[in-house]
């Protein structure tokens, strides 16, 4: 059964499409929906960037971290072994319990008040502070120690500085996952641990987990960024080497480039963390796993709103700025990771994370993007029905609304769905007619290209761009 997924546009078109958004106990004709009263709890961006507003934390004991010096004057000569050596070992053994995380946190805090110029040291030490702010926001939400410890493997991959290129490496993997046209849509799909809580858990709460990271992992953002900042910011030059490491014969070098990266995928992660926190997703005690058929109560074969999702508060946006703010993120990490690419240099770590596609394709691709996020645009949906038929149609797409004017309740925007003959998982809208609102909240101003896409029921929907060839929304081929 496919999942819906509820981030970028994907929150609204994989919601109409995906099967399997059923409920057990939905019914009854759609009453009219009251304006979103203030939620019982405020989620916002959390507490500021001061020390001193972060709650008492309730694992990891980030102060001394966070009050660590930052670097003046970065130099590669200053970077020591053995900080690479613990990254090394980060990555081939992550930490098993509370005390060995905290210790990691400890060490780079150690290295780094010892040597605040060691540009490795600081970049761990900016890994740390992400890794202490989730861990202890999954704390705060009700998780444990071990369901937690078991998602930090795959995160602790980007430690290894001698091998893998270390923190500075995460450039390579984001940018392939989340920022390259042909993978963008990875952002709005997490697969979590398999013993790890998601929405089909009766006890699963969106809500704690919402105020955990409000808590304490936004906050760790920007200052583990404010690191990476000054570690750029202090460089000589562009052309200065920060971190030096592997064979002499094939050495790579991390300038200012790879930090503009860096700074921009932090941004695009603090801007998933606010659009997870804009919305509620608690359905209550609504069943996921009713077949899509058994919800048409009154037999029609048509499901209304009111009987294939939850009912309210379900969708209602959160009163705070974070959809804006995500939106400013967005642009914010695309301009630093155009600064990056288009500062790449030879034998950099940047030139091998671009990998066969060179650094002038790439600045085109991300340029691109950050366009389709500014405005209204003419662009081409490309679709496929399955395996065999496909199409395109041009359209004209304002993304920008996504963030600009995020609806109230995202429920006002879901049409009534027709259950498809033969399937008892999926239901398709007809048309524009069954849409409440056809330009989906101003993204599609002319929405009869995407209306008639969508009537098709089609497997996998994508825009094209410029140099973006394939920006996927939904896939469920």
Known sequence: MARSHFFFVALILASLIAGGCGGGGGGGATPPTPPP???????????????????????????????????SAPDAALVRPAVLDRMDCFASSPPASTAELQALLDDFTGWVTQQPNDAAAQAGLATALLLAGAYNAGIDAGYTPAQLLGLLEPVTQIASLKHRGGLFAAAESWMA????????????????????????????????????????????????????QAVGNGAASATAPLVQFGPETNRLVVYRAEV????????????????????????????????????????????????????????????????RDAGAEIERALTALIAGVDATRAGSLLERALGETTAAAEKARLSDLLEMTRGQLSVTLLYAGGTTSAGSRSAQMNLSRLWSAPPDDIKDLMPTLELASGSAWQALPRGASDFPDPTLGGIFP????????????????????????????????
């Open 260 to 323: 503009h990266a860096l700074i921009g995928i932090s941004r695009l992660i603090e801007a998933w963390l606010l659009q997870a926190c804009a919305y509620q997703f608690n359905g209550g005690d609504w069943d996921w796993n009713v077949q899509m058929r058994a919800l048409d109560d009154d037999g029609d074969g048509l499901l209304t709103v009111a009987e294939y999702l939850p009912p309210d508060p379900f969708l209602w946006r959160h009163q705070s700025t974070n959809m």
């Open 446 to 477: 002319q929405p009869a290209p995407l209306m008639e896409i969508l009537s098709g029921g089609p497997a996998w929907l994508a825009v094209s761009y410029g140099a973006v060839d394939e920006l996927t929304i939904f896939d469920r081929r």
């Open 177 to 228: 996952r989340y920022t390259l046209p042909r993978q963008l849509a990875a952002i709005c799909q997490l697969t979590p641990a398999q013993d790890f809580p998601n929405p089909s858990d009766p006890d699963f709460s969106t809500a704690d987990l919402q105020i955990g990271v409000r808590r304490f992992l936004l906050p760790m953002i920007p200052l583990a960024r404010a690191r990476l």
């Open 37 to 71: 009263p203030p939620p019982p709890v405020e989620i916002g961006r959390g507490p500021g960037p001061a020390a001193d507003a972060i709650p008492a934390e309730p694992a990891i004991n980030t102060m001394a971290a966070r009050n660590a010096p930052m670097a």
